[in-house]
Structures are given as structure tokens and as C-alpha cells.
């Protein structure tokens, strides 16, 4: 039997220890899943012959060494800033890792050990990072093999709510970690260079810098810019690209209406409110507003954010309850962040039945010896349902094909890494295609933006 | 012959001198001023016999104790961040100590030692914070004590061009650091309360939340919030006070343009611009507008920023020349914030006859068995020539009259302090008048906001 722990036996973990689980007997597997919380790592075993739980405290350094010493290889799902302890012990006992996560400073750090003990650390091998790079590399790849030279990159990616379930003025649903969509966009401006021009948007303009985007045959959604776009342009091998965007995916009139929260400074996590506990929505709503106490909250919120009387996004507001002087915030020191957090889950929480969406989009943009084409690529997939949603699916599944592969001797590449070699990311594309992660591509005119040759 | 060191000869010290070496004959003083720049020290020591000048770099501790050892009390006028190392030899050796700067977390941690020593650690003793504490003391006291409660404290400050000199759109030149004022209100939201009501204005709305004030004589000013008037609740002793802001004065209309330069981006200084060294004006201006090659760089800020075109303040920003294509940034790996402060000090910098003035103004609210009153109190002073101007003045003159206090045993309470006893305030408020530094109170009707008794 080989040995693979997994630590952390969150939401987006489902999908990646059925998978792996489904493959126990042929592959002689046994999993361990280890979780701050027994009962959590019991119930995702589902009474699994080949499974078994354990309390991991990834803090208990006697806990993490006992765990990552007998496995064979360990996947991380804890959050990203945790994995690194655990990144130290798989060097020190010689293990495989697996995380879904960006590559930090401190792991890259542990590379040269790594690569001097023929350790395979997979990292960024989930949805976003992970099958943005997988299938943005296909293309990319498949374009410089027939000499094309690539002229833009753009990608896109959203979790959203499935349309079956859509039932708010919101079009939007929490499938993900709320704090991170509150906080989305925060930490400094976003970066992207667009035919050889740089530029910058800040925080506070990012919600009203959308572009549209028409996906085949599931209509037009918004994108909004991520905060560096540049670094990619050396990851991909594209470091003279002339135009390098990512964003991330909304339905249409998301952001615009986001964009009010950002201006009253209610998504800031910096300080706490004076006395948050006791006040109302409505208190909180007030308290981002000028003193008037002749006028009500909700002209001084339509006149301060200049929202007409007719504008369909006062609706939205509305729906949210955020005027409501009898419900209570009911938090301690709690942040701005933090209270609209909770605002919103008691509107935007999946019900039992929901199921949620991952859109991903391309655009390639290259030149050859017969002119400029464009290639867009597009992935819809929906959830099943609570458990095995689109996003653990999306998720879990390429981190649970990654490791059976570096398990089996055939990702074999030492080091630490993202999924950028074919060797990984081209049989895990092909095996995805299976439980429904599906690209569409189609050639399009290529449109750029330089209409008449002036920059601008 | 009494020693006092002064460290740090910057552009504020130079009336801080004057009054020294005035009275250093008939006060037996001789004056020791320390700076990086031993040159820099000789000139701002004018020849007089009274004082000498010595090269000391704050960060070699020899310098520094020696320096610090030879004097009977140390006044610093180093940034503020530096202060501390200064402040660690005086307990050390067992010298009083002179700062116009707030009273840092390590600073504070001193004071026990301090007190124990029976040391007098002066802080805040400036302009602002400094003048601030000292006028608005005297006028609180003076309502306390005739049993009135106070309702309302509003204090505003600015350092503007007087009426002379002032020759440009914005009615504005950096008559202080100009880095300060481009990062100004930076740094986390701004707090205040307004008739029990806790109000936040994030840094991205504070230049559109200004509100006027009219000042007897010199016209009519805006003001914005400072960052935390909370603060000072505990510090003038109003912890119960419904009403407490303090704010910013600039002339009316400089808030409305700055906010561009907000909402642009332009004055953030987290992340350096890619090549900003060969960059134009006009390309700076445009990394922070959407891509749109065949519109013009104006149409396109106009239209972003929704600058109409009757709107004055287009003016402004052709007056600074920000769309000027030859125009080149010319400085390496510059932040937004250090490219808009050059492209601003082309146009802000004090011209050589330029004078500069201050403008304080407090309003205080209370109550007594007569009812509500509102008093009004504010200080406008004019600097002389560049030298001498009133930022020099208003910052040194009460740092000089407070450390000859000091030496006479004037000012005998120990410890880490700011101005707010009346032993401190009441003798240098009375003559800081001998030098121009006059306040003007007048009793207004009490105005408040509760104008129909509904909360807002």
C-alpha cells in the first residue's frame, strides 16, 4: 500500500479524496486524512476501507512530523500560509508534495534541497492557479510549435453561482472562502500592460474598470483585472508579449454595484468599529455617510454614491437589508470587512440545493506568416450539488491527478513548480475531460485594440 | 554657560535658532547644533559667538553620545522615526529632551524611567501637534472651570501661501515636506464623531468630504478630516465629548482637484512604474486611463473623472502640465506618489520672495445653565522671507520658549509629556504673541447639526 496524507479536510477537499479514494484498490492506495478536526477527517472518509482519519494539529510539530513521516507523498489543502512547516518536514523525511496554492517566497526558498533529493513540490495545481496555467500552456504551446508569435494573453476566471440557482438581484452566491470575495482586490493597485502600454488601476476604480466578455452559449458575463497580470508574462515564457491580462469573472452589473461598497470603505479590513456589536445594518450603513440627521440614510446613500431613482442597482442594496435599523451586526470589534461579511451571507449563502458554476475564458492573440488570429478558449462546468461542487471538482481533481502521477514515476520532474511542462499538464487536461473540464476553442478575427494606429 | 544641543538643522529650525541665540548672552546659553551636514550646521549658527557647530550623524553612537553627553538638554528635530535613539542617551546621561513630533509606542515606553529620573520629555511642542494642544487647552480649561460641559471641539490647521503669493490655480505651494502632502490622509480611514454618531471616511472619499470654514478676515477655507480625531478625546480630556474632529485647511476648490490625483492613483506610493524613468508627463497621466489607442489622453481623463468642460478645474491640471509629452519623469524605479510629487514641485516650490502662512482654527461647543454656547478662536501668522517663514516660526518658537523653560526650572513636571498643563501652555501662549502668534476668539451662536432632533 502506498501512503497519502491528506491535511486539511475543507470544502474544496471532497472532490480530490473521492477521486483518490476511487482508486484505492486498483492503485494500492491508502489515504490518511488528517484535519484540525477528527470528525471532519472521519466523515470525508465516508467509512472507506482504504481510508483512515486522524487529528492533525498543523501547529503540533510532533502531530505534522508523526503524519508526513509515514506517507508516501502529502497533499496540502490547508490555507496557503500554512503549508509551509509542512513543506519542511516533506524535505527533511523525503516526501512528495501537492498544494493548490501560489508558490511563496519560503517554498521556492526550499527549492535546491528539493531538487538535490529528487522531490517532486506541485504547487498551483488547482482552478486558478492551476487549470488557467495547464490549458493557457496547451494553446500557448501549440501556437510557438507552429511559429506563431504570441501577441496577447488575456484569462479569465469566476466561480459563480450555477444559472438554475441564480435568484438574487445580486446574480451571485458565495461558492468560496466569503472573506476572500469581500477583500477581492485589495493590497495594492493591478498591473497589466495592454499592445506595449502599462497600466495601473487603483482599488478604489478597480470595480469600474470592467470589460465585457461573450462566452458561447453561456452569454455575456464582466471581468475585472487581477492585481499583477505582469508576472506572468516570465512564468509563461512570454516576457515580450505586448498584451498580458487576467481578471476575474462576474455576471453582468456585479461590479458596478460592488464598486458602491468599495466607495463608502465598507470592505476595508483595516481598523475596527467603534461599538459594532450593537449596532444596526442601518447604523452601520450610516456610519460610512456625512452627519445629517434631517435627512434619511437612504438619500444621503443615493445622493452621496449619485445612484438615480431609477437605477436598477438601488434594488440590489435594498435586497441586502442594508437599511434595516432592526437587524443587529452582532459582532465584537469587528472590521468593516468583517460586518459586511456577514450582511452578505445572510443574502448571497448557497441553499442546500444550489449549485454553483466555474467559468474560465483565454484569449489568444498571435501572428504568423499569413497575418494576426485570435484563439478563444472557454470551461463551464457545474456542480453536482453541496458536496462535490464545481469548484472542489475544479479544484481537487487535477491536485489528486498530480499526485497519483508523481506517485506512479511519471511527473518525475524534480523541484519546486507549477504545472507549466507538458509532461503534467497535458495527460491531466486529457483525464479531466472526463468529469466534464472541457475547453471549447474557436478561431476568431483578431481584434486588438489599435483601431487606428494612434496609442493612446 | 548652559548647553543646549540641537540636532538636526533642517528648514524648521531656523527661528528655533534665532530665538536661542537672541537670548543665549543674557540666559547664559551656548548653543551646540549637530547635523549630517557639517556645513548645513555652520550656516544656521550665523557667526555668533555663542554658538558651534559639529557634524553629527545620528546613527554613529559615538557622534551621538558624545554630543549628547556635553549638553544639559537636547532638543531633536530629526524625523520623527529617529528621535528614539536620541531619546535612549538623554535617560542614559540623564538629560531633558525637546520634540515637535507625536509621542511614538517607544517613547512612551521610556517614561517610567524618565519620571524616575525626574526628566522632562517634552513632545508635540510644535505647530501641529504643538500650537493645537496649547490653544485649544486654554480654551477648554477656561469653559471647565467656569462649569461649562463641553458639547463640540473642531480644530483645523493648514500650512498654505499667503494671499501675496499666491499665483497659481490651486491657491497652494509646499511650503512643508512635499512628500507629506502628497501622501497626505494616507494609511487608513479617517475616524471622527459628530453628535454621538461614529463617522469613516476612507482615504479614497476624504477630499470629497470637506466641509467649509470661514474665518474672520481671511476668507473662507475647506477642510478634511485628519486620519484619527478619535484619539484625542482621552488626551484633551473629553472622553464623553459627542462632537470631536480635526481636519486639515486648505483654500477652497484645492480638495475637489486633488481628489483626481486620488482617484487616478497617482499618489500612491506602494509599487514602483515600469521604465518611469523615460516615461512623459503625458504617459504617466495615461498608465492611469483605460487602453483606447485612437482617443486623446485629455478626452480620455475627462471623461473618466467626469471633469465637464466648464468645470474650472480642468484648468488645474493643464496649469501642472500633466499632458505634456516632452516633459520627461526622469527618475528611476519611481513610485506614482514620487512622480506626481516632482511634477507638482515644478509648479508648488516657493519662489524665492514666496512668504508662507498658517491658518488654525478651533471651534468649541458647550453647555452651562444658560444654555449652548460656541466659541470661536483662530490664528493666521505670515513668515517673514524664506528663512523665517511661519511654518519655521510656529514649529521652533514654541520649542525654544518650552527648552529655556526647562533649563530655568519653569517646566518641572518629569516624564514623557505633551503641552496640555497649564504650567506649559499659559507662559508660551502668552509669549508666542510677542512674535505674531496671535489667536482671536469670538462667541458665535451654538450651531450643531441636530437641526430637527432626528438621528442621521
Same mark, same amino acid.
Given at each position: 500500500m502506498r501512503n497519502i496524507l491528506i491535511i486539511g479536510a475543507g470544502r474544496s477537499s471532497s472532490s480530490l479524496i473521492k477521486y483518490l479514494l476511487d482508486k484505492s484498490t486498483?492503485?494500492?492506495?491508502?489515504?490518511?486524512?488528517?484535519?484540525?478536526?477528527?470528525e471532519n477527517a472521519k466523515r470525508k472518509t465516508n467509512d472507506h476501507p482504504n481510508a483512515s482519519a486522524i487529528k492533525l494539529n498543523v501547529f503540533n510539530s510532533e502531530e505534522r512530523e508523526n503524519a508526513i513521516k509515514s506517507s508516501d507523498i502529502v497533499i496540502s489543502m490547508l490555507p496557503a500560509h500554512l503549508h509551509i512547516e509542512v513543506a519542511k518536514n516533506c524535505v527533511q523525511f523525503e516526501k512528495h508534495m501537492v498544494t493548490a496554492s501560489y508558490i511563496s517566497k519560503e517554498m521556492k526558498a526550499l527549492d535546491e534541497e528539493i531538487v538535490k533529493k529528487g522531490l517532486v513540490f506541485m504547487n498551483e495545481i488547482g482552478l486558478d492557479p492551476g487549470i488557467d496555467h495547464m490549458s493557457a500552456m496547451e494553446v500557448i504551446n501549440k501556437i510557438r510549435e507552429k511559429g506563431g508569435k504570441m501577441l496577447l494573453f488575456e484569462s479569465f476566471t469566476g466561480g459563480l453561482v450555477a444559472p438554475e440557482s441564480d435568484n438574487n438581484l445580486w446574480n451571485y452566491k458565495f461558492t468560496w472562502n466569503p472573506r476572500n470575495v469581500v477583500l477581492a482586490g485589495q493590497g495594492g493597485a493591478s498591473k497589466f500592460i495592454q499592445e506595449g502600454t502599462y497600466k495601473y488601476i487603483p482599488y478604489h476604480k478597480l470595480f469600474r474598470r470592467t470589460e465585457f466578455l461573450k462566452i458561447n452559449g453561456s452569454g455575456t458575463f464582466e471581468g475585472y483585472a487581477n492585481r499583477d497580470s505582469l508576472k506572468y508574462r516570465s512564468i509563461y515564457g512570454l516576457d515580450d508579449i505586448p498584451t498580458m491580462y487576467r481578471g476575474t469573472i462576474r455576471k453582468v452589473g456585479f461590479s458596478r454595484a460592488w464598486n458602491v461598497f468599495v466607495q463608502l470603505g465598507m470592505t476595508d479590513d483595516s481598523y475596527t468599529i467603534e461599538d459594532s456589536e450593537n449596532m444596526s445594518y442601518r447604523d452601520f450603513t450610516n456610519s460610512f455617510l456625512a452627519y445629517s440627521p434631517s !435627512?434619511? @440614510?437612504?438619500?444621503?446613500?443615493?445622493?452621496? +454614491?449619485? $445612484?438615480?431613482? !431609477?437605477? @436598477?442597482?438601488?434594488?440590489?442594496?435594498?435586497? +441586502?437589508? $442594508?437599511?434595516?435599523?432592526n437587524k443587529k451586526v452582532a459582532l465584537q470589534n469587528a472590521t468593516p470587512a468583517q460586518i459586511l461579511q456577514k450582511i452578505l451571507m445572510d443574502s448571497w449563502t448557497l441553499a442546500p440545493e444550489d449549485k454553483d458554476m466555474i467559468v474560465m475564458h483565454h484569449k489568444f492573440g498571435y501572428e504568423d506568416e499569413n497575418g494576426k488570429h485570435q484563439i478563444e478558449s472557454s470551461m463551464v462546468i457545474k456542480g453536482e450539488d453541496q458536496t462535490y461542487t464545481a469548484m472542489a471538482k475544479t479544484v481537487g481533481l487535477p491536485v489528486a491527478m498530480a499526485t497519483l502521477r508523481i506517485l506512479n514515476g511519471e511527473i518525475t520532474k524534480p523541484g519546486v513548480q507549477l504545472p507549466i511542462n507538458q509532461e503534467v499538464y497535458e495527460p491531466i487536461l486529457e483525464e479531466l475531460q472526463d468529469f466534464g473540464v472541457t475547453f471549447i476553442e474557436k478561431e476568431v478575427p483578431y481584434l486588438g485594440y489599435n483601431l487606428e494606429g494612434i496609442r493612446g
Open positions: 486498483e492503485e494500492n492506495l491508502h489515504i490518511t486524512i488528517g484535519d484540525l478536526s477528527l !435627512d434619511s @440614510v437612504e438619500l444621503k446613500f443615493r445622493s452621496y +454614491l449619485k $445612484i438615480d431613482q !431609477d437605477d @436598477v442597482m438601488w434594488e440590489k442594496f435594498v435586497e +441586502l437589508d $442594508i437599511f434595516n435599523p
